[in-house]
């Protein structure tokens, strides 16, 4: 630390002099006090408190962007392939930079702090050392300091780990050794110890109170998905927000008598905001478990799908706004709201502004929780599978209009080859499509909304309340079948077979070849992960893929049995796991329960040769004026250089990862899966800039300025089917 400090005043004794005429003397006491006034510094994911990834630089702008050149590379880790045999990874972190450091993770959640205007490594903490990572996302990390107290907060598997920010060593008097179990007060009806239990998106500071969030399962075995505060000094429990109400709280009555013992989830995994003046925490919330199937939750089920803001001291709720009652979609809210001033007839007005997986945007007043714009309620189809209640109204907003797809039509069907529309044709035909909120049903229904219009990479906005907005147009296919009626046939499979079969197949697929895309085939698994790491990763989930926490260790050998040595396994129905697990669930108030109805299929719609089987644009950036609700402009998003090359207009591809918006007059974003870095004029849309990256960057960049020098900061992680890296990648101005 000392020499830390003696470097830090070194450079401030060079620069000072060196700057002295043009006063750009960065380090004095005064300049320091200036600099958080006039913030140069990223210090928080999503850039502020306020999650509007603005950054007032304008060093980089839009008339030298084009000169934009690689600064430094830092490759946090150098072997693709990783330790667990992984080929594929990804890294959707936000980095923060204070004080000349940056800190990040790498693939396999190794937190590190670099020399932000070099990239040279200060220090590296490995959660995972000697042991097989638990690896779930990680998309940033939280930085707090009081005087000389200096730490990053940020979590790996089911634990959040406070650590020294200048020495990387794990703060000893926080929680037991420096972390603290995701799993604190959660326990309040049932042992919730073996549940999936994760933090992928970063918490918030208000004080000393860090407010988190959590990603759980989203079946019968989800655990209540509570807003949690947590001392930052001393990792203690300060307070927790029911997002299933207890007896006596407000919105208990939107529920079935105990549901709150047996329900689960409803959780903020998408993150959090903070208005420091007025003391509250904004934040949205997911579906309630099981996602596709409510019958055990007839009525709105508040504080589901809510736009929450609640007394960041205290945890007590000021108001809420829910955009989906009984949701039977899986439309969790994706991203943290941000926080904006626009001019409203007239009038200057502070609101809380946030995007949704089906491509709405919500301006709700930030004290009231009113909505800006009218939204109305109207009547949706309410005929739903045996034992299901779905609501009948829904909520729309008329402005902002969408920005993404909100039904599928037939016209809607892919263009770009006379082969690909007929593909994709005669899916279209066999399911139902015509209103977003058909409840589930065995037939099959398509829908929208699941992996976009807004996702994790939430939006930006900058100072004049223009909001910028990446978004996917993802066509899925979901239908249901009766879980009993599975279960009888699957008791003529072996068991591993069977469980696989329940549990696996709706990704993996059935014949275990994955979708070609983020999801791997298991074919070759055992090839390249362990049995143990098969077995973890069953146990544990792995980022996009779920946990299964229900299964004991005979079920899971069964598995890893079937899928190693598929051919050789020998029928044993006496042992019928899914029959075992059926009769677990037998008692219906029993924690974890089996939904009488399953997916049997939940797979995103591509055509014949993998392209999304929509007509393009598939995926879209857009700026839309908060003031009026108006759209400025909306071009697409990446491109797959085959087809334009065969005279298909850009196509946009799909995209995960957020913009960031600068003074310079940019805005700027990765995300696609062309794997490209690019900056659009915020006025036009134009691309005035594009890079390609080693691998593509799914995931959000930041820029800060060290020393007049403006840098922009990406992780290039690649993954979803993709190439991967553990590359961050740093660009200047020569
Ligand atoms: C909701 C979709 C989904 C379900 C259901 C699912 N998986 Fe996965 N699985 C994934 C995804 C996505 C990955 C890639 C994870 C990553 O990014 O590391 C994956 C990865 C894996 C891997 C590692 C593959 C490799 O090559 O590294 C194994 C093994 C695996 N899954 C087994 C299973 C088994 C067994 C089940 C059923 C008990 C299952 N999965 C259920 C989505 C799913």
Redesign the pocket.
């Known amino acids: 630390m000392i020499q830390l400090k003696n470097v830090h005043l070194l450079i401030s004794i060079v620069l000072c002099s060196a700057f002295f005429i043009s006063s750009s003397c960065r380090f004095s006491g005064e300049e320091d006090k200036k600099r958080s006034l006039h913030q140069s510094d990223w210090p928080v994911y999503g850039g502020n408190k306020e999650g509007n990834r603005y950054s007032h630089l304008t060093q980089i702008n839009i008339n030298n962007v084009k000169k934009l050149q690689v600064a430094w590379i830092y490759n946090s880790d150098t072997s693709i392939g990783f330790r667990?045999?992984?080929?594929?990874?990804?890294m959707e972190c936000q980095p923060v930079e204070v004080d000349n450091i940056l800190y990040a993770v790498s693939p396999t959640l190794k937190l590190f702090a670099l020399h932000a205007e070099s990239g040279k490594k200060i220090w590296e903490f490995d959660p995972f050392k000697n042991t097989i990572p638990k690896?779930t996302y990680c998309r940033g990390v939280v930085y707090w300091k009081n005087g000389e107290d200096k730490r990053i907060l940020y979590s790996a598997g089911s634990t959040l780990y406070a650590i020294n920010a200048l020495t990387g060593l794990p703060i000893e008097s926080f929680g037991t050794s420096g972390k603290i179990d995701l799993h604190t007060g959660l326990d309040i009806h049932h042992d919730v110890s073996n549940l999936y239990v994760a933090a992928t998106t970063p918490g918030i500071i208000y004080k000393n109170i860090l407010i988190i969030g959590s990603a759980v399962s989203e079946g019968g075995d989800a655990a209540p998905g509570y807003i949690r505060g947590f001392d930052v000094i001393s990792g203690k429990l300060k307070w927790v927000f029911h997002t299933i109400p207890e007896p006596g709280e407000p919105g208990y009555e939107t529920w079935p008598k105990d549901a709150n013992k047996k329900v689960g989830a409803a959780n903020n995994w998408s993150g959090l905001t903070v208005d420091e003046k007025r003391g509250v925490v904004y934040l949205g919330t997911g579906s309630p478990g099981s996602d596709f199937y409510g019958g055990e939750r007839a009525g709105i089920n508040l504080f589901s799908d809510c736009i929450l803001a609640l007394d960041a001291a205290s945890g007590k709720l000021n108001w809420y706004y829910q955009i989906i009652h009984h949701d039977l979609w899986d439309r969790d809210i994706p991203c943290p709201p941000n926080l904006a001033t626009i001019v409203h007839e007239g009038k200057r007005t502070e609101v809380v502004v946030q995007a949704t997986k089906d491509g709405l945007i919500y301006v709700l007043d930030r004290d009231s929780g009113k909505s800006i714009f009218p939204v109305e309620e109207k009547k949706v189809p309410s005929k739903g599978l045996p034992g299901e209640h779905p609501w009948p109204f829904q909520k729309f907003p008329v402005r902002p209009l969408p920005f993404s797809m909100q039904v599928f039509n037939e016209e809607d069907i892919t263009n770009i080859s006379a082969e690909s529309h007929d593909y994709v044709k005669k899916i279209f035909d066999s399911t139902e499509h015509a209103n977003k909120f058909t409840p589930p049903n065995e037939k099959g229904t398509l829908l929208f909304g699941y992996s976009g219009g807004a996702e994790w990479g939430g939006n930006a906005i900058d100072s004049e309340g223009i909001l910028f907005q990446n978004t996917n147009n993802g066509l899925w296919k979901l239908q249901m079948e009766s879980s009993a009626k599975h279960l009888k046939e699957m008791e003529s499979f072996p068991e591993g077979q069977n469980?696989?079969i329940t549990?696996?197949s709706?990704?993996?697929g059935k014949d275990k070849k994955g979708n070609g895309a983020?999801?791997?085939g298991?074919l070759?698994?055992g090839k390249?992960?362990k049995e143990n790491e098969?077995d973890q990763?069953?146990r544990e989930g792995?980022?996009?893929?779920?946990s299964?926490t229900q299964f004991t260790t005979g079920e899971r050998n069964a598995?890893?049995h079937f899928?190693l040595h598929d051919q050789e396994t020998k029928s044993d129905k006496s042992l019928s796991a899914v029959k075992q697990m059926n009769d677990r669930n037998k008692k219906k108030t029993d924690f974890p329960y089996l939904p009488p109805w399953r997916a049997k299929v939940?797979t995103k719609i591509f055509d014949q040769q993998g392209y999304p089987g929509i007509k393009p644009p598939w995926g879209t950036l857009n700026a839309i004026d908060l003031n009026s609700g108006e759209y400025k402009w909306r071009i697409p998003l990446g491109e797959f250089p085959e087809l334009t090359k065969k005279g298909i207009p850009v196509t946009g591809t799909e995209n995960y990862g957020g913009p960031i918006v600068t003074d310079g007059g940019l805005v700027f974003i990765a995300a696609t899966r062309d794997e490209k870095i690019r900056a659009f004029d915020q006025q036009t849309g134009a691309v005035v800039w594009e890079f390609p990256l080693p691998a593509a960057g799914f995931a959000t960049p930041i820029t800060y300025e060290i020393n007049g020098k403006q840098y922009l900061v990406i992780a290039a992680g690649g993954?979803r089917g993709l190439k991967s890296s553990g590359i961050y990648m740093a660009f200047a101005l020569p």
Do not use: A, D, N
């Not at 792995?542 to 779920?546: F, T």
């Open positions: 667990t045999g992984m080929k594929s990874s990804e690896l469980l696989y549990y696996c709706s990704c993996h983020e999801i791997p298991l070759q698994t390249h992960v098969i990763i069953i792995r980022r996009r893929m779920p299964f598995i890893v899928l939940w993954g």
